[in-house]
């Protein structure tokens, strides 16, 4: 199957720090991209749709300015989480959308971010 | 956000049991996905339904998408130990370039060997 990779695996930061993930689809071309929040025990919530060359869609509920989306290329994509605080500690995952007859997701290995 | 319920939250069985565990939702969904997350992981891909009343297998998963388009349904058969995980049903509503996916609750599933 496609594969997607996200960079960190893992990230700790200070309070008031940005950090910033990528994710790249290794094998095929994604004009869109998705991001997900996952709290512990939870289900993944998504957070914004990212299209390349143009604006990220968020969900409601969802800073923008916050979270920062940059769909730069057909194969990456890069979620900046700015000024982070303690409630910002999640698992974050990334999926790529690949388009033709299973035209369906696939999933980054996800960032674990933790905010001190 | 909106999620899809999930049943049972959380299943124990012993190694060679069969598992059923089912997804349902008060709108219709035109693509069900199951997957599967393992700790510390994204969710892999287990099966994939395009039609309504579709039964597809993959190997010992079996996946049916309900008539009414509102549930599915995922079969785990003679389960081993490395069936533990969190499995999710996703629904997929919108065609075209959106295409966003709405998951579920979640199965958590624990396989005593």
């Known amino acids: 199957g496609a594969v997607v990779s996200q960079h960190p695996s893992r990230v700790i930061c200070k309070s008031g720090t940005s950090v910033k993930i990528e994710c790249r689809s290794l094998d095929f071309q994604a004009t869109t991209m998705f991001w997900y929040r996952q709290f512990p025990k939870q289900s993944l919530m998504l957070m914004a749709t990212s299209n390349e060359g143009s604006k990220a869609t968020y969900e409601q509920g969802v800073e923008k300015d916050k979270f920062l989306i940059n769909h730069a290329s057909l194969t990456l994509s890069t979620l900046t989480v700015t000024s982070a605080h303690p409630e910002d500690s999640s698992f974050y995952i990334c999926?790529?959308?690949?388009?033709?007859?299973?035209?369906?997701?696939?999933f980054g290995p996800g960032t674990r971010l933790t905010v001190l | 956000g909106q999620q899809l319920n999930q049943s049972p939250q959380s299943m124990f069985i012993q190694e060679g049991e069969d598992v059923s565990m089912n997804c349902t939702s008060s709108s219709i969904f035109n693509t069900w996905l199951w997957y599967k997350q393992e700790p510390g992981e994204g969710p892999v891909l287990l099966i994939a339904?395009?039609?309504?009343?579709e039964l597809t297998s993959n190997g010992r998963l079996t996946a049916q998408f309900g008539i009414t388009r509102k549930d599915s349904f995922l079969n785990i058969s003679a389960s081993i130990p490395s069936d533990v995980g969190i499995y999710f049903c996703?629904?997929?509503?919108?065609?075209?370039?959106?295409?966003?996916?709405?998951f579920g609750t979640g199965t958590l599933l624990a396989v005593q060997p």
């Open positions: 999926s790529a959308r690949s388009s033709g007859v299973w035209d369906t997701q696939y």
């Open positions: 996703a629904g997929l509503r919108d065609g075209g370039a959106t295409n966003k996916l709405i």
């Open positions: 339904l395009y039609k309504a009343g």
